[in-house]
């Protein structure tokens, strides 16, 4: 049994001083009780599994061994979630990406299966394609993963250059990368654990070219794991977090699979060659849109991590008096250490409910889709595209901000902030490069400005633009409610500003690509005013909305938390809002307080409002963040598991440091 630990006493202090029940908010963030209640279980079968512990930590593994360790903790992950499945419902995927955590401390090998390889057979797939792979992939009896990005290219898709050339007589396509650059380079579990993968790449019949299609490929036996024939598969390397991923490459040559394996939802290939052209290619984008809302989920959960840890070590961490003679001072009493933490907290929040109305929205999109309708898919594409790339931005920037905030100690790997950051940061760049999917929204914003001069209705998320054309700017009042039409006054301001910075351009002789490329940095500057407009908006809607079905108490909070968010985006966007907005000085300087005594109000709650994400010690892996504040003794042990530590006098120094010292003239 584990040794239970005193908690240490100023933790246990702050959550006496708790003024609302953290159970309650954990619900909430779960989306209910009974969520909660499954997500319990489940980390606690796993809390139990002996085989889950690791006698070395990862840290101090090799490559390979890191690798090896993941795949065999992932396997027994599986079975555990199989076993808990046949048992009761299907886990929800939040609290499965969740407990994958307590197994692993970086990514699994397995994390492109479910999060791309079946997405994509289901989004992209026949009904009778999906009938063959699903139940396959689905029951792990084959493992994939999603192929897409080469070496040349990333961003620009129709560049693939890996071909599918259609032979009729077979009714197979014969795969190839005819250079290196169209090697596939990047996706997960590639290097040595799948035996399938989704591969993307340019069909040609006929010597003709018909542009990028999905095929699912068979890339290893299943019996010898060696790559067939014709196949080149490998690893790519060390990389700055993702260690245990596995990211791979793949090279064909003159491969051959089956016309089946082309996923032919959309577009078709028949059997004479005839190329039959989808009713609607942006039936494509679903499986992309969804992968990009999830990551918003993601997003909340990483900065929850760091916020658990941070601010339960700043409740232990005594550093440096106030005033001579006072004893040290819990770090988390300085202004500034709030000023760094509370916003994480707060941003978590922020994620949380914007993913919650974001996955409504793709639901509806979804049910129209099946109804052939899709007036609102443009307009969740450009959503997921800004809130994936806010999203994922403002979470690394937080997860180092609260790394910072640890001082040494948060530079330590065993307070688990460093892989935290790998993670985290690594998802502004997959799933569309950040840049480019603000980009992608500002084309809808541009859409959406003309469409507003032109005085038509527009989507929801974008309406603010016919109000600010309507109307003068509103009166400033420093309340949520003003200073949210504040930020879309902004983003309206921007979106202008980058519309006829284009139009000047083209009046001036450039072509319209020179001009957006001219403009794009206004462009991406009002793509992200747009983004902080829809979170602040989705946020204090949801708040709102969630407020009055919980105890007073907690609704006091989520308000406090809510309002800080939104004033501390005030203040550091407070010159765009001076230039765009109503606000004054004056109101500046109210706000300034406001925020202070907002951080004054939260203080208390800190421990407690982290308390309720329930992270647990075993996916937090924190030396720092542990729920006993066991902070320093867990430090010291932790480095005792050091190899370097094994032994008193290390070989080096016999070998090199000794004979060295010993030439060393006086
Ligand atoms: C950890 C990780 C995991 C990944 N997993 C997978 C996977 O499983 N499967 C897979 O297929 N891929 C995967 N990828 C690849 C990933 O999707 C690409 O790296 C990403 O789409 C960016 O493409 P790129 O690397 O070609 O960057 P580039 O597109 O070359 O970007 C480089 C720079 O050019 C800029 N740029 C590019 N195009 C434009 C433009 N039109 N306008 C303005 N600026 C532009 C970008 O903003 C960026 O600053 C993964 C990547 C990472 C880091």
């Known amino acids: 049994m584990a040794t239970v630990h005193k908690i240490n006493e100023d933790l246990v202090k702050e959550r006496q001083k708790c003024t609302f029940n953290v159970q309650e908010l954990t619900y909430l963030l779960d989306g209910g009780e009974e969520v909660t209640k499954e997500r319990r279980e489940f980390e606690n079968i796993l809390r139990n599994v002996k085989e889950l512990q690791d006698e070395v930590p990862e840290v101090y593994l090799s490559h390979k061994e890191r690798y090896e360790n993941a795949v065999r903790k992932t396997c027994i992950l599986q079975n555990v979630r199989n076993d808990f499945e046949k048992k009761r419902e299907v886990l929800s995927p939040r609290n499965i990406f969740r407990a994958g955590y307590a197994v692993i401390k970086d990514v699994s090998p397995f994390f492109l299966h479910n999060g791309m390889f079946v997405p994509t057979i289901i989004g992209q797939g026949t009904p009778e394609q999906q009938a063959e792979w699903l139940p396959k992939a689905k029951a792990m009896a084959i493992i994939g993963t999603y192929a897409q990005t080469e070496l040349g290219h990333g961003t620009f ?24 650059t169209s090697y596939k380079w990047w996706p997960g579990g590639l290097g040595t654990t799948v035996n399938h993968c989704i591969t993307v790449a340019q069909l040609y019949i006929n010597g003709k070219k018909y542009g990028i299609h999905p095929f699912i490929v068979q890339i290893r036996d299943l019996e010898t794991h060696k790559p067939l024939p014709g196949i080149k598969v490998g690893e790519i390397g060390p990389k700055m977090g993702f260690a245990t991923a596995n990211n791979g490459f793949l090279g064909f040559q003159n491969f051959r699979i089956p016309r089946k394996n082309m996923l032919m939802k959309n577009a078709q290939v028949l059997k004479d060659g005839t190329f039959v052209k989808g009713m609607n290619e942006k039936l494509t984008y679903g499986t992309m849109v969804m992968v990009r809302v999830n990551i918003v989920s993601d997003s909340a959960f990483h900065t929850a991590m760091a916020a658990t840890i941070a601010v339960r070590y700043a409740a232990v961490r005594h550093q440096s008096q106030l005033k001579a003679k006072e004893p ?161 006054h902004v983003a309206a301001g921007k979106i202008k500003d980058a519309f006829d910075a284009i139009q000047k351009h083209v009046k001036a002789g450039k072509d319209y690509e020179d001009a957006w490329n001219l403009a794009s940095v206004q462009l991406i500057k009002a793509s992200e005013a747009h983004s902080r407009a829809i979170l602040c908006d989705g946020y204090l809607r949801e708040t709102v909305r969630t407020s009055s079905s919980v105890s007073p108490s907690l609704a006091k909070v989520l308000n406090h938390l809510v309002q800080l968010y939104i004033v501390y985006w005030t203040l550091e966007t407070a010159g ?91």
Request: hydrophobic share 40%.
């Open 328 to 488: 040290e001072v819990q770090i988390i009493d300085y202004l500034t250490q709030q000023h760094k933490l509370f916003i994480a907290i707060a941003t978590s929040h922020a994620f949380s409910n914007t993913y919650t109305w974001l996955y409504q929205a793709y639901l509806k999109v979804v049910e129209d889709l099946g109804k052939q309708k899709q007036d609102h898919l443009p307009e969740l594409h450009a959503l997921s595209c800004c809130l994936k790339a806010t999203s994922s931005r403002d979470a690394g920037v937080i997860v180092e901000q609260c790394r910072l905030a640890c001082g040494g100690h948060g530079y330590m790997a065993s307070s688990n902030l460093p892989i935290i950051y790998g993670y985290t940061t690594a998802a502004i760049t997959y799933e569309g490069e950040h840049t480019v999917l603000l980009l992608q929204t500002a084309r809808y914003l541009m859409k959406a400005w003309m469409s507003a001069l032109e005085g038509k209705v527009l989507a929801p998320s974008v309406a603010y633009l016919v109000d600010w054309l309507k109307s003068d700017k509103q009166r400033w009042q420093n309340t949520p409610e003003v200073i949210v039409k504040g930020f879309q």
């Open 576 to 666: 765009d809002l001076l230039v765009y907005s109503n606000i004054g000085k004056d109101d500046i300087a109210v706000l300034k307080e406001k925020y202070e005594e907002l951080l004054a109000l939260i203080r208390p709650n800190a421990v407690g409002l982290v308390d309720a994400f329930d992270i647990s010690d075993e996916i937090l892996q924190s030396t720092l963040g542990s729920y006993d504040g066991r902070v320093y003794e867990r430090l010291m042990e932790e480095a005792m598991k050091s190899p370097l530590n094994k032994e008193p006098v290390n070989q080096s120094f016999h070998k090199y440091l000794k004979p060295f010292i010993k030439k060393a003239k006086l």
């Open 157 to 180: 898709i129709r560049g693939l250059e890996t071909t599918a050339t259609y032979d009729a007589k077979t009714e197979e396509f014969i795969l190839n990368s005819p250079k290196v």
